[in-house]
């Protein structure tokens, strides 16, 4: 079979649209956005994310997410606080739950958030917890209060790998 230069062109063409409609998109977390700064608000977006998204939250004085139902996290997506007030991240508090269980052999990115209060009960990893084989990645995240038989804030599967930069649990 013989390609001609018109039809290498077309098969070029079509290769990067087809690259910019699976391209990676923001998915934003504000007071007057689709996605309001609450708990349904938040499920929601993740929700809607696509592999490669980035949930950003950006909720100015309101920076007090609380967590009721643990958030399952199921695709490679990634998440990043902007607009802070002063110093003050948006904060993922835990109420009687985990904040966030990301699912095996799913790949996190956590940048600039505050998780606190998560708790596993008779369960590991109070306010995170990573499946086996799962990624999690973490920048300028703080981890506190969680509580959980093993791992009150971070709790790692067997297999799974978590790296921390700018961070404290």
Do not use: M
């Not at 993740?46 to 139902?69: E, Q, W």
């Not at 996290?73 to 003050?88: A, M, W, Y």
């Amino acid at each position: 079979i013989c390609f001609g230069p018109g039809l290498l062109g077309l098969l070029v063409l079509l290769s990067l649209l087809t690259a910019q409609l699976v391209a990676a998109n923001d998915i934003r977390v504000c007071p007057t956005g689709q996605y309001p700064c609450t708990e349904a608000g938040f499920t929601s977006a993740v929700a809607a994310a696509l592999p490669g998204d980035t949930i950003v939250t950006d909720c100015g004085s309101n920076n007090v997410i609380l967590i009721h139902t643990t958030l399952v996290l199921t695709k490679d997506i990634s998440f990043r606080t902007e607009g802070f007030v002063g110093s003050v991240k948006i904060i993922f508090r835990g109420v009687s739950t985990r904040v966030f269980d990301i699912a095996p052999t799913t790949h996190v990115y956590f940048d600039g958030l505050f998780i606190e209060d998560g708790d596993a009960g008779s369960g590991n990893g109070g306010n995170v917890f990573v499946g086996a084989g799962a990624t999690l990645a973490l920048n300028d995240v703080t981890l506190s209060g969680g509580h959980a038989v093993q791992g009150g804030n971070i709790r790692c599967d067997k297999g799974c790998q978590s790296t921390w930069q700018d961070g404290s649990s």
